[in-house]
DNA sequence: TTCATTGTTGAACGATCGTACAATAAGGGG
DNA sequence: CCCCTTATTGTACGATCGTTCAACAATGAA
């Protein structure tokens, strides 16, 4: 027969890259199908793999799972920060492209809060997982943190309460993305900014 | 042999009892267990009853776990209400009220989270779920909206955009309550309540 | 007491779960 | 070219899933 171009059946790839493929396909499996979609044999269709390889390149199904909430944490994390390094130098400016990329395409894809509940329901009964969400939760906080000092600085207020400020501010972002998630109708996404920076005006007075 | 007190191996219950107790078993099941204690066998074994009992009283699991969400959320909402009812007249003392019924007690208690997670993760995938939420989510607003309109009215407030300033409420509580349940040391539950006690004189100016 | 009603039990079914493992073959180094 | 490494496949296993259903027995009515 003639040695000609044969189709391997598949191909083989580096460890890095195939549990990266992974992840991705247990991300994008958990989005369309919720908790259903986080089984070894969906996640492996999602990736057009055998179900076998999961465990070649993860000990176990769980330690894929936090694998991909860490790295799904992480990418809306980078989405953010990216977003207000872009935005100059101003601590107002800054803020306000904070809570305009919150309010924002990829975050209010009702899909992100899929996935979202589902790692939080996880979180509440698996140690592991919550130990990937106290590690990731952590910038969280101090991001913001920092841009509501900035500002408060910047306007020479000295006597802001600021860990009351960013739970405060925190929760507002939290629920108002909430019910923009759950209803799209129930507010307009620049309206929820600027209720967010209405309230910033609030507590730390011009 | 005697026909002295013999104990019966199980009692026979009208069926809307035992439709409760199975509701009750779910629930209790769902905050031991998350998700994975809403299976037949973990609802049966936490009411002690028998494994085919449920598709007895209901026609199939996910009846029996929508009706324990609706149950679940109705017996929270009327925890508020009551509250609410409780604090008199005054439509300021009527919304602290609710506040503090908010960030308070039950309502904290981790396991709440982990049921209310598990339900919105299924509400996300499942149509037969969602419609639970949205006919139990209404009212929700409605208390809200009326406890606000009612103090803009007794400030004489006319102008406040009554909307908007529901689903800031809205989100402010959701947000800092799931923060409260998170993690109990981020804020204290007075401090939550008045929080939301200065957004609201902020927004409807006393 | 006897009988009919029906709430309740528990085994059984097929489906799917996570994991283990032997067999296969892709791809690079000699 | 062959060979070695190992990424990949796919079957198999035991456990658990939701549902079905025949048999049992608790209870009230006759």
């Known amino acids: 027969m003639s040695n000609a171009a044969?189709?391997?059946?598949?191909?083989?790839?580096?460890?890095?890259?195939?549990?990266?493929?992974?992840?991705?396909?247990?991300?994008?499996?958990?989005?369309?199908?919720?908790?259903?979609?986080?089984?070894?044999?969906?996640?492996?269709?999602?990736?057009?793999?055998?179900?076998?390889?999961?465990?070649?390149?993860?000990?176990?199904?769980?330690?894929?799972?936090?694998?991909?909430?860490?790295?799904?944490?992480?990418?809306?994390?980078?989405?953010?920060?990216?977003?207000?390094?872009?935005?100059?130098?101003?601590?107002?400016?800054?803020?306000?492209?904070?809570?305009?990329?919150?309010?924002?395409?990829?975050?209010?894809?009702?899909?992100?809060?899929?996935?979202?509940?589902?790692?939080?329901?996880?979180?509440?009964v698996s140690p592991e997982m919550r130990a990937v969400r106290d590690a990731e939760g952590r910038g969280y906080g101090e991001v913001l943190g920092r841009l509501l000092s900035d500002l408060a600085r910047s306007r020479g207020v000295a006597s802001v309460d600021l860990d009351t400020a960013v739970t405060g501010l925190t929760a507002f972002l939290d629920g108002l993305w909430l019910q923009l998630c759950l209803d799209p109708r129930s507010i307009r996404p620049a309206d929820a900014a600027a209720l967010c920076d209405d309230w910033v005006d609030h507590v730390i007075k011009p």
Chains 1, 2 share one sequence.
């Open 6 to 124: 044969r189709k391997p059946r598949y191909e083989r790839q580096v460890a890095s890259d195939r549990r990266e493929a992974l992840v991705d396909a247990a991300i994008e499996s958990l989005k369309r199908y919720g908790h259903d979609g986080l089984s070894v044999r969906r996640i492996a269709a999602e990736a057009g793999v055998s179900i076998g390889l999961i465990n070649h390149h993860f000990p176990n199904k769980d330690s894929l799972v936090a694998e991909s909430y860490r790295t799904f944490s992480r990418r809306l994390a980078a989405d953010f920060e990216r977003a207000v390094a872009a935005a100059g130098a101003d601590p107002r400016a800054r803020l306000r492209a904070y809570f305009d990329s919150f309010f924002s395409g990829p975050n209010l894809d009702p899909q992100v809060l899929t996935a979202w509940v589902v790692y939080w329901s996880l979180v509440q």
